[in-house]
């Protein structure tokens, strides 16, 4: 798959502000500062499509942009730490669940993890709720830059162990890098596959 084009659509509090669901859409999710906004620039090539900034919980809406206008992408809350007030996590926890459980036309979630961390309480929380909730999803481990080859495969052996516990396979996992451009193939390759699926009913 290559992206041509890829704009800003709209940002939104509340499911009646969502862009109408006649398209297959893709929502980027993970814990705050992980690198969200960054992978969906790399991805589509548009080095400010979405804002990246250095303090966590920056992302306060869900963010639509509008993919050749095939395909949406939806830029959501960061879960996890962020120094916000209680309450305003709260809110949005409620929209983020109430987004990934009602959205019609949300074909698959990619669930961002730093590969340079333990295995995280919100992380494996999340991918609980997701599977129990029958949601497609995807675990894109960023930063792989930041490690060597073996580190990052020990990294994601700990979550591996940690899943199976649980799980009796493991999601889709893809590596990236939002400085190397790693993964980016297999990420779009995924989209592609999972749009065709879609778009015949699969």
């Known amino acids: 798959m290559i992206i041509r084009s890829a704009t800003f659509i709209k940002s939104s509090l509340a499911p009646g502000d969502y862009p109408a669901p006649f398209k297959p859409e893709f929502g980027f999710i993970g814990r705050s500062n992980v690198g969200k906004s960054s992978l969906i620039n790399m991805l589509t090539g548009v080095p400010r499509l979405a804002k990246t900034s250095g303090q966590p919980g920056k992302t306060k809406t869900i963010n639509h942009f509008s993919v050749d206008d095939i395909w949406y992408i939806a830029d959501l809350p960061g879960y996890g730490y ?8 709260e809110e949005w926890t409620a929209l ?15 669930v961002l993890i730093d590969s340079r961390l333990k295995p995280q309480r919100s992380d494996l929380e999340f991918m609980d709720f997701l599977g129990m909730s ?13 490690l060597s080859e073996t580190v990052l495969k020990k990294s994601i052996l700990l979550y591996d162990n940690e ?21 980016k193939t297999e990420i779009l390759d995924y989209i592609k596959e999972s749009i065709n699926k879609f778009s015949s009913g699969g």
Do not use: C, H
């Not at 029958?134 to 930041?146: E, G, N, P, Y």
């Open 82 to 89: 962020a120094k916000v007030p209680v309450k305003m996590r």
């Open 96 to 110: 983020v669940r109430r987004y990934i459980l009602e959205r019609k036309n949300l074909v698959s979630l990619f």
């Open 134 to 146: 029958q949601v497609s999803f995807a675990r894109i481990f960023t930063k792989s830059d930041k």
């Open 163 to 183: 899943m199976l516990e649980r799980w009796e396979t493991l999601p889709v996992t893809i590596i990236t890098s939002a400085v190397t451009r790693r993964g």
